[in-house]
Every structure is written in C-alpha cells, then in structure tokens.
C-alpha cells in the first residue's frame, strides 16, 4: 500500500514537470488558452469585491445619516390628506421625540437671479430643527431660525452648486433668488459633507433650503406629506417607531394604510438583499466567461491528445498504466487552468482597487473571492480536463504508435 | 532456470475485422522462447510480424490460442495488469527509437521507471548506468534532435534495459539507419546477448536477421521455423 501511494506521488510529481515542459513548449497556444479562464476569474473577483465594497460603503453611509431617524411618508386618508404643522408640534411633543424635520418638497420650475434663470436645480422647505442637527455645513450667514418657521420668512439658504449658477465672484448674503417668481432673500450659504461617490446620490441635500412654512404657501397648502424624525437619546428604534404609530394613528382617526414609517435599519436591510442579489447575479454573469474558459481548455487538451497520439502511445508500450496517462493530461489541464486562475486573481484585484477608486467605495480585498476564483479555475480545469484526459488513456497503443 | 520456457505461444490465432470480412493476419503460430535467447522472426511486410510482435508486446491480445509469458495466460489480463507486464517484462525498441522530443537522453531513459513509481535518485542512477552502457556516457544531457540516429538509437536501447525486462522486443531496429551504424547496433545487440538477455527481433532483412542465434520466418502469418544461423 505504502509503495502504491510512493509511486503515485512519484508519478503526480513527474506530470507536474512533463505538463510544465509541454506548457512551455508551446507557449502562445498555452497563453491564449488559459487567457479564457484569466478574464473569467478577473471579472468574478472584480465585480464580487467592487459590489461588496460598493454595498460595504453605502450602508455605512446609510448608517451615518440613519441612526436614530424614522421616516414618516404619508398618503392620507379622504378627511385628512397630510399632517399640519400643529400636528408636527403634537409629534415633536412625544417623550420618545426628540425633534422633526418636515420635507417639503419643491416643484422648481426655474430659480432666477436678475437675468440668470436656471431651471436644474432642486429645493426644499426644512426647519429650524433640521439646523439644530446639520448646524455645521452652513459655512456663511445664518442658518433657519424658529420665527423663519413660524413667519414663513421669504429667506434661503443655498448650496455650492447654487452659488456657482448665480453668484461668481458675488457674496450671495443679501441678494434675492426668485424661486418660481416668488422672492426669497439669501442668509445663509451651505457646503455638503458629501462622501463623495455614490453614497451621495442617496444623502444628498437640496440646493435651496427654504423655511417649510414658505415652501408649502409656495405649493399652496398646509399639509406635510415627509418628514424625518429624530429619536431622543436612550429610545430604540422599535419604541419610538411604535409611539410614533400610536400618534399617527390617533391623527389619522385609526384608518388603515395613511402613513408607513420606515426605520434606516430596515432601509439597510432591503438594500443589503438587493446588494447580495445583485452581486449573485453579476457572479453568475461572469461565471459564463469562466464556462467559456473551460471549453477553451478542453478543446486544446483534445487537440494535444491528437498531436501527442505517438507520445501516448509509446509511454503505454513503455508501460504507462491507463491512470497514469490520464493523471498526465489532467495534471495538465489543471495546471493550465490554474495558471490562467491565479493571473485572473492578481488582474482581479487591481481591477477592483481601480474600479472602487473610481466609485469612491473603500477597497477591501475579498478573501471569499479570491477563494472563489481560484476554486472555480481549479474546477474548470479538472472538469473540462477529464473528458480529454479520458480519451487520452482509452487510446489503443497499437493504433497510437502505427500513426507514426 | 536455463531451460525454462517462460515464453510459450501455441495456436495463436489473430483475426481483424475489415469491414464484413475477417482478415486473419496470424494463423496458429507456435513460438517457444527461452531465456538467454536471440531469435530473430523474419518476414516481408505484410506477413504479420509487427501483429505477432505487439502480440508479444502484450500491447495486443491474440483472437485465440494460448500466450504465456513467465507463467502467466496474457489472454486473461486486463488493461492494467498488461501494462504492468510491459512495465516489467518487455522492452521496446522502435524503428525510429521514438525518443520524446523535448526530454534529453537521460529523461528519456528514465521514463519507463517514472511509470514504475521508482524513485529520483535511484531512476537518475539507473538511467546513467545504462547510457553508459550502450557508450551515450557523455550525451546524457542532449536532446534526441542533437544525436545522430545511431545515438537515438542507443538511447532508445538503454530506455529499453533500464527496466531491467525478461524480453527485449526490437521492431526493425536498424531500419531507419545506414549500414554501418546498423552494423554497430547488432554488434550492441550481440553483446547484450553474451550478457544472457532475451532478444526477440523482428525485421525483413535477412542480413540483419542473421545476426540473431535463431531465426523463424513468418510469411502470411504462419510460422515455419528456419533453423539456426551462426552457432545454434
């Protein structure tokens, strides 16, 4: 037994060499062939590390913007189509509350600024509050004050990007914005801590800011439809959103289906699924390259197992067991196919340092990846080897050797 | 353990089919081989002598009638246990050695003992010995293409010997060689001979054939023995 398993190490160690000589020796063919599998293994490992440090950067976003926030979306019910801001004071009085910020969202048809009219760029009505919480992006003038809100004072705060449409080489405190034709003073001038890169498609912030008041005379009503709010300190998430229901429901006079409030958690949750299928998809999109690798191996090792025929045939008079010459060709092809793996991981790995750096996501190297690409490329080879190495050995040695 | 006949054919049969008809190529052929032989089996081409040689080689086996090589019926082997009679028993030799291209000699040689699971250094060890033997001492490290046919075809006699086999099987061994090269390789042959190996050669060449202590002729796959050449 003990000799057995000698001479098959002898022999695995003699198909390593032999496939290394007959790799080397024709080296074009052997690059183009395992190229295959490389691009293959390099799209797995890049998309599977680019999506996992892409989701990996966008719940951490998430989680910055989202701790200890509820988001109230209200649909309303026929008597009652959205919340009042006497309502807001009935919710902000909740022990569970710490403060809320209302959303009120703008139909911009066009900001203009004396004769520079722009029509892409977005408002929205915030409170006093909301500067409570984000009082540092203001970089210049004044943040929103409580009279603003409750005045609805013709005041706003812009954005770089505003500042840039309007005021070159001008300070902007002072001068007045008309926001669909109506006047609006500008006191204060904002900058965003964006992330950078993705994460600020999800968080970004409007580029006029206007007292909420205004921003619903502007859209002509007095109802709130979003808001966000803002649990105090030492409350979890489950209890604020409970009390929070039992007040809305109280509003709403118990009518089904008038509001939903969402916590981050459960936005990190839906978007960590979506992240996770998306990654599963896109590996299996590139698992076909590795497939089409495959073949591209297998159909070489069948056309070195017709070349080499002779070569076959003299190793079994020689006294070649069958096992023996298909240990050789398989030997080969995964060696063949494990070259190209492990190129596939090194070019993997720089073409997802370059595309996280491009997405602004943190690189992360991905161990399961690397684990996948080189398990697969060994699969690859051993699978798509087998039927080659398998003819290889049935290959009747007198036949071999009368080809000569 | 002069006289034992460790080779015994009797009645070989060997039958092909050719599309509906059965070609016979070898037709109850007797042949006894004892150890320390050189026998020579010559025919012209066509006659079924490289059938009756793979036959022997154990790379073929026989339709019907009775093989055995030192004490074993070839016709119940299966696959693998004739390739391990190959392994231990039976040394090839080509018409055109059939040296692996990108190995050197001493690879070459070495070959048949990877197959047998022997280890580097003993396989290194044995494949050198044999080079020197057959007087490739300095060409160890050559590829086949920078040797001359004569070289190759030394190499493949060592390939041959270094699996130390009861039978070496030559099939035209100095087919694809001039006269005078051919000549020195039967005068290898001759003294491997003298040092009591078994020589089974096959060839259409009566000159060549004498060269062996013993000679059959085969002719449309019947044997008729033709009595000793030299000193038989």
């Given at each position: 037994?003990?000799?057995?398993?000698?001479?098959?190490?002898?022999?695995?160690?003699?198909?390593?060499?032999?496939?290394?000589?007959?790799?080397?020796?024709?080296?074009?063919?052997?690059?183009?062939?395992?190229?295959?599998?490389?691009?293959?293994?390099?799209?797995?490992?890049?998309?599977?590390?680019?999506?996992n440090a892409v989701s990996g950067s966008l719940a951490s976003s998430f989680r910055s913007m989202g701790v200890g926030t509820l988001t109230v979306s209200v649909t309303g019910s026929d008597l009652k189509t959205g919340l009042t801001a006497a309502d807001l004071a009935k919710l902000s009085a909740l022990d569970e509350v710490d403060g809320i910020t209302p959303n009120v969202g703008l139909n911009v048809s066009s900001v203009s600024y004396g004769s520079t009219i722009s029509t892409e760029l977005t408002a929205s009505g915030r409170n006093a509050y909301y500067f409570v919480l984000n009082g540092d992006m203001v970089v210049q003038g004044r943040t929103l004050k409580a009279f603003d809100d409750?005045?609805?004072?013709?005041?706003?705060?812009?954005?770089?990007?505003?500042?840039?449409?309007?005021?070159?080489?001008?300070?902007?405190?002072?001068e007045v914005l008309y926001v669909n034709g109506m006047p609006f003073t500008v006191v204060g001038r904002y900058e965003e801590d964006t992330g950078g890169g993705i994460s600020a498609i999800f968080t970004g912030s409007p580029d006029i800011i206007v007292p909420y008041t205004a921003a619903l005379r502007l859209n002509g009503t007095d109802e709130i439809t979003s808001l966000t709010v803002y649990i105090a300190d030492g409350v979890t998430s489950d209890r604020a959103k409970s009390a929070l229901e039992d007040a809305l429901d109280a509003l709403f006079d118990f009518e089904d289906d008038t509001y939903t409030v969402t916590s981050m958690d459960s936005v990190e949750d839906t978007m960590q699924t979506m992240?996770?299928?998306?990654?599963?998809?896109?590996?299996?999109?590139?698992?076909?390259?590795?497939?089409?690798?495959?073949?591209?191996?297998?159909?070489?090792?069948?056309?070195?197992?017709?070349?080499?025929?002779v070569e076959i045939g003299l190793k079994k008079a020689l006294g070649a067991m069958p096992w023996q010459i298909q240990a050789q060709f398989l030997i080969e092809s995964f060696m063949l196919s494990m070259m190209g793996g492990l190129l596939g991981v090194a070019m993997g790995v720089v073409l997802s340092m370059v595309l996280c750096n491009v997405l602004g996501a943190a690189f992360t190297l991905s161990g399961?990846?690397?684990?996948?690409?080189?398990?697969?490329?060994?699969?690859?080879?051993?699978?798509?080897?087998?039927?080659?190495a398998r003819k290889a050995s049935r290959l009747n040695p007198i036949d071999a050797l009368r080809s000569v | 353990m002069e006289n034992e006949t460790f080779f015994d054919m009797r009645g070989i049969d060997k039958d092909y089919i050719m599309g509906d008809e059965a070609v016979h190529v070898l037709r109850q052929v007797n042949l006894q081989v004892a150890e320390g032989e050189f026998l020579s089996v010559l025919g012209p081409s066509g006659s079924g002598k490289s059938t009756l040689m793979n036959i022997i080689g154990c790379l073929d086996t026989p339709t019907a009638g009775r093989y055995i090589l030192k004490g074993r019926r070839v016709?119940?082997?299966?696959?693998?246990?004739?390739?391990?009679?190959?392994?231990?028993?039976?040394?090839f030799i080509f018409q055109n050695s059939q040296l692996l291209p990108r190995l050197n000699a001493l690879k070459n040689?070495?070959?048949?003992?990877?197959?047998?699971?022997?280890?580097?250094?003993?396989?290194?060890?044995?494949?050198?010995?044999?080079?020197?033997?057959?007087?490739?001492?300095?060409?160890?490290?050559?590829?086949p293409s920078q040797l001359s046919g004569g070289q190759q075809q030394r190499v493949a006699i060592a390939r041959a010997l270094v699996g130390n086999p009861?039978?070496?099987?030559?099939?035209?061994?100095?087919?694809?060689?001039?006269?005078?090269?051919?000549?020195?390789?039967?005068?290898?042959?001759?003294?491997?001979?003298?040092?009591?190996?078994?020589?089974?050669?096959?060839?259409?060449?009566?000159n060549i054939a004498a060269n062996a202590r013993r000679v059959v002729h085969i002719i449309d796959g019947m044997i008729t023995e033709g009595g000793g050449t030299g000193d038989a």
């Open positions: 037994m003990l000799k057995r398993i000698r001479s098959a190490l002898v022999m695995v160690g003699e198909c390593v060499r032999m496939s290394l000589d007959n790799i080397r020796g024709s080296k074009v063919r052997s690059f183009l062939t395992l190229l295959g599998i490389m691009i293959g293994v390099t799209a797995v490992i890049a998309l599977i590390s680019t999506v409750d005045n609805a004072t013709p005041v706003c705060l812009i954005s770089a990007e505003a500042v840039e449409a309007f005021f070159y080489g001008v300070n902007p405190i002072g992240m996770g299928m998306m990654s599963t998809l896109l590996a299996g999109i590139a698992s076909i390259a590795l497939v089409v690798g495959g073949i591209g191996i297998m159909n070489m090792m069948l056309t070195t197992v017709t070349e080499r025929t399961s990846a690397i684990a996948l690409g080189v398990g697969f490329s060994a699969a690859v080879g051993i699978l798509f080897g087998f039927a080659p | 016709a119940e082997l299966d696959e693998r246990e004739l390739a391990q009679i190959r392994s231990r028993e039976i040394g040689v070495e070959l048949p003992l990877i197959y047998a699971g022997v280890g580097r250094r003993e396989r290194r060890k044995r494949a050198m010995a044999m080079l020197e033997r057959v007087g490739l001492a300095d060409r160890m490290d050559h590829l009861a039978i070496l099987l030559a099939d035209e061994p100095t087919g694809a060689l001039d006269q005078k090269t051919g000549r020195q390789i039967m005068q290898l042959f001759r003294e491997l001979n003298a040092e009591k190996r078994t020589i089974i050669m096959i060839t259409h060449d009566m």
